[in-house]
Structures are given as C-alpha cells and as structure tokens.
C-alpha cells in the first residue's frame, strides 16, 4: 500500500498541466531539487526506458528530508527480505531493481494490512493471492508468506509486462490494476506512460507510485551518499521443520529458544498463531535452533484445549505456564472450552520426535 504522502504539490501541479496543457514536470530541470543525481541507477536504465524529471527528484528529497526516519526504518526492516527477493525475481528473469516495489507497497511489513483489504509486503487483495496461487482460510495467509507472496508477486509482474510491453505501466498496473490501466489507455487513445499518466485518467496514487519507486531506488543504490546508514542485507538461515498442527506459535519459540518476533516474521502467514490442528506444518525456523526444537518441544507441559471455529471443534496446545490461554485466538463470549494437561512426548499422533523432520535448508547464495 502506498504510504501517506504530501501530495499537494504534485496535485497542484496535475491539476496546472490539465488546465493549460503542458507537462509542467518537465520544465523543471532536475538539479533544481537535489544535487548529485545526474543519472538513475544503471540496472534501471537498462531495462526502464524513461523521461528523467522533477517527479522523481521531488520524491528523491521527500525521502531524504521529510521521510527520511521513515526511509531509514524501512531499510532495516528490509535487511533480512531483500536477498531472497532478489534470488526469486532473478529466477523469475525480471529487473532486479523491482524489488524495491516492497518499499513502497508496504515497508517490507508482512502484517500490512491496506483500507482496501490488501495483505502483505507485496499487497494483494485475496482474489489476486488466490489467483496467482496464494492459501488464504481461516488458519493460513500466504499473502503474509514472505517467500510464497514475492513469487506470486514476480509472476504478476510478468503477467502485466505481457499485456503492456513496457515496464513503466506494469508497474502503475500493479498499483492500480491492468483493467484500469488499459481502459485509461484506451480512452485517452495514448500508448505513452508519461502521457497517460498526466492526462488525469489514473488515480493520483498511481501517478506518485513510479516516481517514488524510482526516487528509492536511487537512494538505496548509495545510501550514504544520502546521509542513510548503510543497509545491511542479512538474510535469516533458516530451515523448515515439519511440526505437529494446533501448537501454539509462543510454545514453538520458547521450545527453539528462538525470539518470539524473529519466529512470527518468519512464519507470518500463520494467522492465528497457531499451526494448522490436524496436520503437520512445514514451520520456518532458525536453523540453529531446530535442533532444540526438537529435543524441548517433546519436554514441554501443554495444556490441550478444545475451540470451535466456522469448520468445527479444533485441539489446540497452550504452554501449561501461560496465563493467557489463547492469544489472538476469537474465541466467543461465553465459550466453553475443554481443557487438560498433556505432555508433547505423549501425544502419538503429534510426537515431535517422529513426525517432525527436516524438510529443506533456505538461504539464497552469499552476494547475489
């Protein structure tokens, strides 16, 4: 979702170049607004062809000033994501400068959540998820997958860069929608981005969306040169551990000795924080804590409680010590449930130590 921005300069300036007709971005000489940025970064020109303007030399100082704290906070956050962005679109043969889209989308926040309904660093609404193969139900958001939302993102680029042939409109499309764009391209009887874009049949958000993404692209090229700290890209090695189904997301930390919050990003599409009842889950894990998972999880005093959800009674498995026996959980007024105490070890059907295994090491290779 594209963050709230200080529009009314850009707005002014539409509103001008309708009522008189020129392209007033184009008047106004890029150096005018910042200083030092002659040439956007080479992995755009060589696969973007463009108009350099003030538009994205506004958005370049909007992040460089205004935003800056928020720019700043958004590299941190995307440390850890952009290597394996960068891995699935490389596979997915795009521009590896899109990967700067989770920027704007949503912060590479995995929770994000758009008035719109949209979910996820890459924001798709569920019928697109659903579409380019993402699990949405009561227990799962793939949206919120970090791995399986970037693919799906990557194949929706592709999809869009087919029907329009120019990279620029695939990327207002993925904002506004490739119905929106090719009506607006129809009735304006334009084939150009920037003409389009300026004639005022695309939402203002979409008209601000390529320019701020180009503006961070530039800056993330060269922090520093920018007055940024460095971004440091250090992607989680991690593994996925199949686990038994119901158990809660805060008995799996304690049992990997693993940092509540490293274990949610990871496993951010687990909405209730629990792992499906029923079933084993292929749980993304430090891979230096799978080891203790597996030897604790088995050691663990679990209370097991009984839920109704839309799809049944479901078991599900508490740390006994936990005052808070279902967090997050919406679970009704009024509710009964049934409670008793069991040990993982003792759990056949759900034994950690048979059932669970490793399924595969994830890390993307060192320097790409």
Known sequence: MLKKITGFMLFFLLIAHNLWGENIFQEIPLSEHIENVEVLPSEIVRHLPMDVNSQIAY????????????????????????????????????????????????????????????????????????????????????????????????KYLKKLYEIFGDWRLAVASYNAGEGRVSRALRAKNFADYWKVMMSGAIPFETFAYLPQWLAISIIIKDPQKYGFLPLIEEPWDYVELNVPGGLDLKVLSLAAEVDYDILRKLNAELRREFTPPGVTYPLKIPITSADKLLANLKRLELEEVKVNTPSGEVTLFVSAKDSVIIRNFEEKKGENSSKKKTTSSNRTKTSSSKDSKVAKKKKPSKGR
């Open 59 to 154: 958005f370049v100082k909007y992040y460089t000033t205004e935003k800056k704290e928020v720019l700043q906070r958004w590299f941190r956050r995307c440390g850890p994501f952009l290597p394996y962005f960068r891995v699935i679109f490389k596979e997915e043969g795009l521009p590896e400068d899109l990967v700067y889209l989770a920027l704007v989308e949503s912060g590479c926040n995995p929770f994000a959540v758009s008035r719109a309904g949209a979910v996820g660093i890459w924001q798709f609404i569920e019928t697109t998820g659903r579409l380019y193969g993402l699990k949405v139900d009561y227990w799962i958001d793939e949206r919120k997958d970090f791995i399986k939302s970037t693919y799906a993102a990557a």
